[in-house]
């Protein structure tokens, strides 16, 4: 990881569209999504899922509504109803922004 350059954080939420469509940490494509109030920086490629309560994994749905759901997989066909599609922000699917988390959670650790 360069630390020694400056690169815009990606947060989950930004007041303003920051930077072209493209993450600045990973190069990945970003579609950037607004819901109103916030833009919300997601992966272009949107992913399966089915709305559950519980579930530990957010996605952007339909009207940039933030859900609970847990990701489709392959073992889920078994499960009842049909998966949705919605997007995932970059925040939680960056190589980047992960590593810089479990860092910084081992500073934490530390002190």
Known sequence: M???TFSPLIWKKHKRRGWDN???HCGKPIKW???GVYW???DTEPILFRMHP???ST???KRAELINCII???QDKKGDGVPLTGHRQHYYTCHVLKARRREYIEKKRRI
């Open 22 to 24: 493209t993450c600045p």
């Open 2 to 4: 360069n630390t020694g």
């Open 72 to 74: 489709y997989s392959e």
């Open 59 to 61: 996605v952007i749905y």
């Open 33 to 35: 999504i607004y819901d």
């Open 54 to 56: 519980e579930g530990k």
């Open 40 to 42: 919300l920086p997601c």
